[in-house]
């Protein structure tokens, strides 16, 4: 009987060990679940804030396999975008520059601001490709006139410095007027752009610049 009752304990024991081990991974899947796809909006938000890949670190590199179907299947240009910075910074995945450049262009060759600006980026300071300005001024200039602020800043510093065409001035000039910004740096610089602007443009083009758009 007693060998019988000690036999009973354990195997009450070894259950509630079992037991609990299975609702440990009960909860470890139900985390693994809760790793919700980014939507269209939150990915464009993690992109204009440069946080895209901490974001998909932070999430465990548990999304890879989703974020590449959209990328490379759906072609959806955010995800072309994401799955390219991937590759070209070897987060989560081995590294693939070739690859990682030919999505950021696919991005960019669907309007997506993000990636106009980013390949016109990397063509002004020559990461990953060779430094050509001119094609650099192409996809900014399409950038900024999409709205995006970075592409307006880099595309006016690089006018300053004497590349592309002072007819561009009165352009990036009236995007630099009208923009808006929460960041008192970025606002700084801004203020500061347009000062040099006006030093190079006549009076009438700048208060032409300033008017309202409509």
């Known amino acids: 009987m007693r060998l019988t009752g000690w036999l009973l304990v354990i195997f ?8 609990s081990l299975l609702q440990a991974e009960e ?6 679940e809760a790793v919700q796809l980014y939507t269209q909006d939150e990915l464009l938000a993690l992109i204009q804030t440069n946080s895209h890949l901490r974001r998909v670190q932070d999430d465990e590199c548990q999304l890879v396999r989703d974020i590449e ?6 072609k959806l240009p955010a995800y072309q975008f994401l799955w390219g910075d991937m590759l070209a910074y070897a987060v989560c995945v081995p590294r693939d520059i070739e690859r990682g450049w030919q999505l950021m262009q ?9 990636g106009l600006e980013q390949v016109g980026r990397y063509y002004h300071i020559g990461r990953f490709v060779q430094p050509d300005e001119r094609k650099a001024i192409q996809y900014l200039r399409e950038a900024a006139a ?5 592409a307006t800043i880099r595309l006016a510093g690089i006018l300053l410095d004497g590349a592309g065409s002072p007819r561009d001035y009165e352009q990036v000039y009236r995007w630099l007027h009208h923009s808006v ?3 008192t740096s970025t606002h700084q610089t ?3 752009l347009l000062r040099q602007f006006e030093q190079r443009m006549p009076e009438r083009v700048v208060l032409r ?3 309202p758009v409509r």
């Open 12 to 19: 009450i024991l070894s259950g509630s060990f079992g037991s």
């Open 27 to 32: 909860v470890r899947i139900r985390q693994l």
């Open 69 to 74: 179907a959209r990328a490379d299947i759906m």
């Open 106 to 114: 696919d991005a960019a060759a669907q309007g997506l601001p993000e």
């Open 209 to 211: 610049a300033r008017e």
């Open 190 to 192: 801004i203020a500061d």
């Open 181 to 183: 910004t929460a960041d």
């Open 146 to 150: 999409l709205g995006n602020l970075a």
